[in-house]
């Protein structure tokens, strides 16, 4: 946390022209079509603990497994 990966991903991309995808985005975005109420990560491990955002994590990278030619910046 904190190591700079959603600004490296954002950079690389920029230089790229390649897309980028940060797996915090998507999830919380995933999370909040069932909860709109919430609005960081850090909600989503208060409210349905770790287990739950893991297996949103787990099935995004399953997902995104698929994608070439991007820049995947997991949280």
Do not use: W
């Not at 990966?5 to 919380?28: C, F, R």
């Not at 079509?33 to 491990?45: C, T, Y």
């Amino acid at each position: 946390m904190g190591a700079g990966k959603s600004s490296v991903a954002a950079a690389l991309a920029k230089q790229s022209g390649l897309p980028a995808y940060e797996t915090d985005e998507l999830i919380l975005k995933q999370v909040q079509i069932e909860n709109p109420d919430i609005k960081s990560i850090k909600q989503i491990f208060e409210i349905y603990g770790e287990d739950y955002f893991r297996e949103h994590e787990h099935n995004l990278c399953k997902k995104l497994r698929a994608y070439s030619n991007c820049i995947i910046s997991t949280g």
